[in-house]
């Protein structure tokens, strides 16, 4: 049984503390944090601060990036394990730590969106390796996709999530509110939206890019111009160019 301490209260670490509660095979001994909403029920005690009498094998840091190191100084004399959950921050953020690591679970949370573990994807570091294989024990006990990276391949596949996760989503922010200024449901483009993200995972995206922009057809991008915002605007020219650059050989 691996006793996990969880500092943290937002998204990530409520996840977290649900998925430990409902796994036999790791327990939960106690929640860290400096509030804790009245909605979220739990049956992991509850502290403001860590406590060291209670026998714990790993303590899981889920905080914001900044709060990592700050949260780090209070283990400065422990002997347990202390990992971050953080892509792009790197593990000497938690010096000066004896036992280090890093938990990262490379997926989107959001509190109220529920989230199937098996299949997300956990990245582990550690300094050591009976660290490291409490780490790889902790993520099976939670996933069925674990990885082992170093800190540079760690920070190569946070920076392909982020425009994979969250500068797609922008743009699909984008697109919605095209469709609700032509009162024209989003819905219609969900077989485009899916097919185009379906297709990256059998072949190279490089290779099925399509549109006006690979194909400089100007007066259909200067058609789509009229319709945008200033800033929308500055965002589909420069995206634009970007793909006209990638593919100005094959014109």
């Given amino acids: 049984m691996i006793r996990v301490a969880l500092i ?13 509660e409902n796994h036999d095979g790791v327990t939960c ?6 509030k804790r909403s009245p909605s979220l029920q739990s049956s992991t005690p509850y502290f403001s601060k860590f406590q060291k009498d209670i026998k ?41 730590i004896k036992r280090r690591g890093v938990f990262y679970p ?21 300094e050591n390796e009976a660290d490291l294989k409490i780490l790889e024990s902790l993520a099976k ?27 797609c989503n922008h743009l699909l922010g984008i697109s919605q509110s095209i469709c609700k200024k032509a009162n024209v449901p989003f819905s219609v483009l969900k ?12 072949h ?11 194909r400089n057809n100007l007066k259909t991008q200067e058609k789509h111009l009229t319709l945008l915002s200033d ?8 995206l634009s160019h970007s793909i006209l650059n990638t593919h100005k050989n094959e014109l």
């Fill in 141 to 167: 006990c939670l996933s069925n996709e674990i990885y082992v990276l170093t800190e540079n391949q760690r920070l190569h596949m946070h920076t392909a999530a982020v425009f994979a996760n969250n500068f």
């Fill in 56 to 96: 714990t094998d790993v303590c899981l840091i889920a905080v914001s990036d900044d709060y990592i190191k700050i949260v780090a100084q209070q283990f400065s004399d422990t002997k347990i394990l202390v990992a971050h959950t953080a892509g792009a921050v790197d593990l000497s953020c938690l010096e000066p």
């Fill in 204 to 214: 190279s995206a490089l290779k099925l890019q399509t549109g006006p922009a690979k």
């Fill in 191 to 202: 077989p485009l939206v899916e097919e185009t993200f379906n297709r990256t995972f059998k």
């Fill in 8 to 20: 943290g209260t937002g998204n990530l670490a409520v996840h977290i503390l649900k998925a430990l």
């Fill in 231 to 238: 800033k929308e605007v500055d965002l589909y020219q420069s």
């Fill in 106 to 126: 490379l997926q989107s949370f959001l509190k109220n969106i529920p989230v199937n573990w098996e299949e997300i994807p956990i990245c582990v570091t550690a």
């Fill in 29 to 34: 001994v106690q929640w860290i944090g400096r």
